[in-house]
């Protein structure tokens, strides 16, 4: 018997000369939302968009409708998915946000087929095939000035809050204290704070270092010195790869990596580089469901694949909920794996929450690996 | 008015008797048809098969989704999922079509474990015991917090959650 079903379905009107009317409807077990929104077909802006409930799950679910407007004035154009997301999906609701985008795409196909049919009025030999490759849906005129509608730009969303610290986690005996995982902006796409204000933070908390692990991005040596020096601060450099197994920090391995690799690969080129892998937040589950509601064992997920090529696992990390980093920390238990503990940064006022106390000096990357290898460290709670 | 594109899209999660999921996504509009099939084994939800097949006029670049679609075979739909299935299914210039089929079939999956919890609520009484309900929910998982309208500062269900 199925369990969940969702359909979606959109329809386009070319309600005017320069205006699709898109009507899109979700529905699945949870949710029913329906929207219509009007497209310019010049554009693909949205030049109004209106929403109806019929399925929620929480009593605040529709005051989602009022906060709809921000799409009107949002074109089809790179950044569109993003800033759906954000501001429709954060703002209002997730399921608006998702049906928004498939509309946009519809609206796009259909002007694309309202094109074609244009095209092939004035050369009935041109193949859809031959048309669909030269389309392009940025050919359309310049934007102009009457159909622009201004409206208030929506606060930008606030992030979510820092998890609940663990209460049993360990505090600091007198080691030295880094945060072994620090996103900052504009390195990590994903990060709002610049490198230097993390720093500051950092120092006035009492935290004694700390490695910047940006996704999938190598700070330069010189630049690393640069801000040791100007703050007098222990600075080091790591990285967050993304594997298919999920997202591993790496220490003592300086190559740019981009995309998606392997994590059998990645283990291999740090084996060679005599690096350390650490396998970051393993149990992040999603909005409402993680590991616990899976049914997942302790001993189910000490088989899991990513465990084999990781020399650590990170069991204390910011952004995950307490019984997320207990899981962990029993699976490192099962697997006699080390812990490691970092904030996971990516904002002012998360750093130092959760960092790895080092029972040796650590003055340069080398020092840092050196120390991960021998086992010289436990995962601690920092920050309240 | 005659219409000048429709779509639609169905994605349903099935349990089968060996205990994995299958997911089954399809989609028909005017340009495409496009089937996607995932067979998911729980409890760490690794995607364990996945085929897909198109027809009518199929983009450029999506040619052997068949077998391009075969490298998410071996990915757990948990933490980076989005990151990792636009990856390996060819980076962010890639295969965004079967990419975002994958995705939403992996949402689909999501949201088929959510239900159950969801439904323990629904059957409470009274509007308070609901709310209690949504708010244990929301300190039991702080990724809620400002993750949509429901769960920002000045809604009624986050007073005095001090979160």
Request: net charge negative; hydrophobic share 40%.
């Amino acid at each position: 018997m199925l369990k969940y079903l969702r359909n979606k379905t959109m329809s386009v009107d070319r309600t005017a000369p320069d205006e699709l009317t898109v009507f899109g409807v979700l529905d699945d077990d949870l949710y029913g939302v329906e929207m219509t929104a009007v497209f310019s077909q010049s554009a693909l802006e949205i030049l109004s968009v209106s929403g109806k409930w019929h399925r929620y799950t929480t009593p605040e679910c529709p005051r989602a409708l009022d906060m709809l407007q921000p799409a009107v004035g949002m074109r089809l154009e790179p950044g569109f998915r993003a800033r759906v997301a954000k501001v429709i999906g954060r703002g209002a609701c997730r399921h608006f946000a998702n049906l928004l985008l498939e509309m946009g795409h519809a609206a796009k196909n259909a002007k694309m087929a309202i094109e074609y049919q244009e095209a092939a009025a004035l050369d009935p030999g041109l193949s859809l095939e031959a048309f669909i490759a030269d389309w392009r849906p940025d050919q359309a005129p310049p934007k102009a000035a009457a159909q622009s509608i201004h409206v208030k730009a929506p606060a930008p969303p606030q992030p979510a809050p820092e998890t609940p610290p663990l209460a049993d986690a360990p505090r600091p005996s007198g080691g030295m204290v880094i945060d072994l995982h620090v996103h900052t902006a504009p390195a990590s796409p994903c990060a709002s704070a610049p490198i230097d204000e993390i720093i500051r933070e950092a120092k006035d908390l009492g935290v004694h270092g700390m490695v910047v692990t940006d996704h999938n991005y190598v700070w330069t040596s010189d630049d690393i010195k640069r801000l040791r020096d100007k703050h007098g601060f222990l600075l080091l450099r790591g990285n967050e790869v993304i594997t298919d197994q999920g997202d591993v920090l790496v220490y003592g391995l300086e190559r740019d990596i981009k995309g998606v690799i392997r994590i059998a690969d990645l283990r291999a080129q740090v084996i060679e580089a005599k690096g350390f892998m650490v396998m970051a937040h393993p149990f992040r589950g999603f909005l409402i469901t993680g590991a616990e509601q899976m049914g997942l064992s302790v001993e189910q997920a000490a088989q899991r694949e990513m465990f084999k090529h990781v020399d650590a696992i990170e069991v204390l990390n910011g952004k995950v909920t307490p019984d997320e980093n207990g899981f962990a920390a029993k699976v490192a238990d099962a697997l006699s794996l080390p812990g490691t503990g970092g904030s996971d940064c990516h904002e002012m006022g998360t750093i130092g929450c959760y960092a790895t106390e080092f029972t040796v000096d650590i003055n340069s990357e080398a020092d840092l690996v050196q120390a991960l290898h021998a086992g010289s460290y436990r995962p601690v709670r920092f920050r309240d | 008015m005659i219409v000048k594109f429709l779509r639609n899209k169905v994605v349903e999660v099935e349990p089968r008797k060996d205990g994995t999921l299958r997911v089954s996504w399809r989609l028909t509009d005017d340009l495409l048809k496009m089937e996607v099939n995932l067979v998911v084994q729980p409890p760490a939800l690794e995607i364990i098969e996945a085929t897909a097949e198109l027809g009518r006029f199929v983009p450029k670049g999506l040619e052997d989704a068949s077998e391009i679609i075969e490298d998410v075979e071996g990915v757990n739909i948990g933490a980076g999922l989005r990151k990792i299935v636009r990856g390996v299914l060819g980076g962010p210039e890639g295969q965004s079509l079967l990419s975002e089929a994958v995705l939403e079939c992996c949402n689909a999956v999501i949201l088929h474990f959510t239900r159950p919890g969801l439904e323990i609520g629904e059957a409470l009484e009274t509007d308070e015991e609901r709310l209690e309900a949504v708010r244990a929910m929301v300190k039991s998982s702080p990724r809620l917090v400002r993750s949509c309208i429901s769960f920002q500062d000045d809604s009624p269900i986050m007073k005095g959650l001090d979160l």
